[in-house]
């Protein structure tokens, strides 16, 4: 079935400094990829659609600069937070949208600890 | 503005028992709902799904029920099994919105031996 890559895992940056986590489609392509975060114990909310070949859309109250997001080719989407501090701390997870046929793929996540 | 509401946070059940998770949304444009078993760390993993057309849903230990007027489904595991406990998440969505999925706070299930 289709598979969505998402790297690292997990990583721990020193607030100031930002932090790229990478999602890849690795057996079909992507046009689009739904980015959210779950804060602890809370649902996970949408944070940002990327499409290949054009700008984001961003979901209301997502800082647009903070939350850098690129769909750089249709197997590649990628969300880069800038300037990081401890707030945004959180449990980070893409998803591709359904095709024919399949349902939604989701990334394992990437769990960010900003100290 | 939260959408998609499960009112129980957690719930335990005795292992063979059914479970029910419950969860309300108030936008009448959803048209189709999805529920999610999710682990810490880890990617939700797809249970089952149902469309506004239908009322029930049926897939091995998993029926998801879903009343439109009272804009309310549930997802119905039976028997329930130890590994059946994890964070259940229902999630919709509606025609036009580009597939974007609303998710519901989540219920935490623990089935006990």
């Not at chain 1, 501090?85 to 949208?97: K, L, N, Q, T």
């Not at chain 2, 469309?51 to 329930?80: C, M, Q, W, Y």
């Not at chain 2, 969505?93 to 006990?112: D, I, P």
Request: aromatic share 10%; with cysteine; glycine share 6%.
């Amino acid at each position: 079935g289709a598979v969505v890559s998402q790297h690292p895992s997990r990583v721990i940056c020193k607030s100031g400094t930002s932090v790229k986590i990478e999602c890849r489609s690795l057996d079909f392509q992507a046009t689009t990829m739904f980015w959210y975060r779950q804060f602890p114990k809370q649902s996970l909310m949408l944070m940002a659609t990327s499409n290949e070949g054009s700008k984001a859309t961003y979901e209301q109250g997502v800082e647009k600069d903070k939350f850098l997001i690129n769909h750089a080719s249709l197997t590649l989407s990628t969300l880069t937070v800038t300037s990081a501090h401890p707030e945004d701390s959180s449990f980070y997870i893409c998803s591709a949208p359904p095709r024919a046929g399949q349902g939604y793929t989701f990334g394992s996540g990437t769990r960010l600890t900003v100290v | 503005d939260q959408q998609v509401k499960q009112n129980s946070p957690s719930l335990s059940v005795q292992e063979g028992r059914i479970s029910i998770l419950n969860c309300d949304y108030t936008n009448s444009m959803f048209d189709y709902f999805l529920w999610y078993k999710k682990y810490p760390a880890e990617g939700p993993t797809f249970l089952i799904s149902i469309s506004s057309i239908k009322d029930k849903n049926e897939d091995g230990r998993f029926t998801v029920f879903l009343n439109k007027s009272a804009k309310h489904l549930s997802l119905h595991i039976v028997p329930s099994q130890p590994g059946d406990s994890a964070v259940y998440f229902c999630a919709a969505r509606y025609t036009g919105t580009a597939s974007k999925l609303t998710f519901g706070t989540g219920t935490r299930l623990q089935v006990m031996l």
